[in-house]
């Protein structure tokens, strides 16, 4: 039996083997070499599951709309679902209020009873575990921010953490979280109890104070509340910590795609070794009884480390996503696809029923995600995961490589195609387009650079993590304009004289020299991952699996889709052969699909033409561990 849906999240259940949720509501149970021993049914409407735990023989799960569901750990048959829109108390809802999705994570269980926050986030459900009985609903514990982790591995004192960098103290008992700490100015994804040295560790996703949008990590806070000291080793999310069966090791990692494995034996805070190679960022962690280390990458992969971080084997999970979509130079009917595995070429024919994809090629690089392309005369330039810059001919053939000593986040081409910029946690890496050579590093006091675009004067723009701007001109390491706007970028383009970025805190449009005229950012639940600007529309996507269109003039909210399959990652605008346009979506497993945007607003704007699976493969990666 093979696993065919993206697994979110991992436990490893004593005497039963590991489980897994994945992206479409479902659960699996692997055995210790990962093999699929047994998979729930579907569900009916089946979203991501992204809270799971185990207790008293059920396994329960949160989907990413606020359904609570409970299978038998025995038969994995699904026995109980709680719908996000009826469960709920009805007299705390505003008028037309609707469940929002969200990627919680929070699930407490205590004393025989479920907490959980429902689709509606300020209300939190209380069941009965044994018959899974609404008892109460009360308000969330955490205020209006979900409940992320709830920690009772302590026996009288429980920890909770929200989305917005809250860790609360006290207990289930009593429902009172009276001590409170501010550890992040995002999410604080996993809280654990240190029994050996008696403390809490807890994640970081952005940091805080002076640190905030620049480094983040581990946090370990007192007893009663104190913080007691951090390690700051990332650059991105940190999505978990977890202790060996004797917490005498503790591991984290995250969105940088490296595992830290901390000596905890004594109560200084040090790293021993850290674990590279994996193909993916690293989502979620587990741990047998016998110390092997489970580790998930974000695109399904499960890698299974010894307590040292020896690689022992990997689940071979047959994966894609399209990360970025790009026009030819050459011929505007042809796209470039950066994939999991290389990247795809795609061609816009026109048929009956309007424009259509065609698969016309697809490249397998040998090497981690490519993240991003630009287009080059004769093909494109393609950034790696495993830190590879590449450029490469639209038949395959690769004309020069080189590796970037840190991780790799955008490129971009000058407009004479001369030189190529290449934004990296390390700085902005201009090279030359031909040959690959260095010509020199852009920074801004060592910030991490998190986006980059050129301008048609061949001004280069670079944005980093904590949300600055700036503009070098050509030739020039010393800014000519700076902003600083407060917010990450994920995307950045230049077009129609302007500046575009999307990121946190929604789309907007910059004039060089002034400042932001425009934002678009309305019921986005998450970052904003990508954008596009088309005849007087903006289209949007986010990590709550959104994509939204607004009008450009007047900002005005048009549609909005939110049940997607998983992540949307790539956006563009295509036409047809009467110059409509539509929007191409590429997301995760793979999907690219075409929307007509002729639907009146009323009707949510977007209209499904057509969907489009690139061929999966699976990930090819070397596990490397270093001392520290």
Request: hydrophobic share 35%; aromatic share 8%; proline share 5%.
């Amino acid at each position: 039996m093979e696993l065919t849906d993206r697994i979110m999240r991992i436990i490893y259940v004593e005497g039963a083997g590991l489980l897994a949720s994945d992206s479409f509501g479902r659960v699996h149970l692997l055995d210790d070499d990962l093999n699929v021993i047994r998979s729930s049914p579907r569900v009916p409407s089946g979203r991501p599951l992204y809270g799971l735990t185990v207790a008293g023989g059920w396994v329960i799960g949160k989907d990413r709309m606020g359904a609570v569901l409970r299978w038998s750990l025995d038969t994995l048959d699904l026995v109980n679902r709680l719908d996000p829109a009826t469960v709920c108390d009805p007299s705390t809802l505003i008028e037309g209020e609707e469940p929002s999705p969200v990627s919680a994570r929070g699930i407490g269980v205590w004393n025989g009873r479920v907490y959980v926050t429902s689709g509606y986030h300020h209300q939190m459900l209380v069941l009965d575990l044994e018959t899974f009985e609404v008892l109460d609903i009360i308000p969330n514990l955490c205020g209006s921010s979900p409940m992320e982790w709830a920690s009772t591995d302590h026996p009288t004192r429980h920890a909770i953490s929200d989305k917005e960098g809250n860790l609360r103290f006290g207990s289930f008992d009593t429902l009172e979280f009276p001590d409170h700490v501010k550890l992040d100015e995002g999410n604080i994804h996993r809280v654990r109890y240190d029994a050996r040295h008696e403390r809490f560790w807890c994640t970081q996703d952005f940091g805080e104070g002076e640190s905030a949008d620049i480094a983040n990590g581990v946090v370990v806070v007192s007893m009663s509340g104190e913080k007691e000291g951090e390690v700051l080793f990332a650059r991105d999310d940190v999505e978990f910590v977890i202790f060996s069966p004797e917490y005498d090791r503790a591991y984290s990692g995250g969105f940088d795609g490296e595992l830290h494995i901390f000596d905890n034996s004594e109560r200084e805070l040090r790293i021993e070794r850290t674990v590279t190679g994996f193909p993916h960022q690293l989502s979620d962690i587990t741990i047998a009884p016998n110390g092997e280390v489970f580790v998930l990458c974000q695109d399904g992969e499960i890698v299974k480390l010894a307590p040292d971080g020896t690689f022992l084997r990997g689940l071979g999970f047959r994966r894609q996503a399209v990360w970025d979509i790009q026009f030819s130079l050459e011929d505007p009917a042809v796209l470039y696809c950066a994939t999991d595995s290389g990247v795809a070429v795609a061609e816009v024919r026109e048929g009956a029923a309007g424009p259509a994809l065609h698969i016309t090629a697809d490249h397998v690089s040998g090497h981690g995600f490519t993240r991003r392309v630009a287009p080059v005369a004769g093909g494109w330039i393609g950034i790696t995961r495993d830190g590879h810059v590449f450029r490469q001919a639209s038949d395959g053939a690769v004309a020069w490589k080189r590796t970037l000593p840190s991780l790799l986040h955008t490129v971009s081409v000058s407009p004479d195609g001369a030189r190529a910029l290449v934004a990296t946690n390390a700085g902005a890496y201009e090279l030359d387009a031909r040959t690959g050579e260095e010509l020199g590093v852009l920074g801004i006091e060592g910030l991490p650079v998190w986006g980059c675009t050129h301008t048609p004067a061949g001004d280069r723009v670079i944005g980093t993590r904590n949300g600055v701007l700036a503009v070098f001109p050509p030739g020039s390491d010393q800014p000519s304009w700076r902003l600083d706007q407060g917010e990450y970028p994920k995307r950045m383009w230049y077009q129609d004289g302007l500046l575009y970025y999307a990121g946190e805190g929604g789309v907007k449009e910059i004039e060089i020299g002034s400042g932001v005229r425009r934002r678009w950012y309305e019921l986005l639940s998450n970052t904003c991952e990508n954008a596009t600007v088309a005849d007087g529309l903006v289209c949007a996507s986010s990590y709550g699996m959104q994509v939204a269109a607004y009008s450009y003039e007047g900002d005005e909210f048009l549609g909005f889709m939110e049940d997607l399959p998983d992540y949307p990652k790539a956006l563009t605008t295509i036409r047809d052969s009467q110059g409509r346009p539509h929007l191409l979506v590429g997301c995760r497993t793979g999907l690219l699909s075409l929307y007509r945007l002729d639907k009146p607003a009323e009707e949510g704007t977007f209209a499904k033409l057509q969907d489009r699976w690139l061929p999966r493969h699976p990930a090819r990666y070397t596990i490397s561990t270093e001392p520290r």
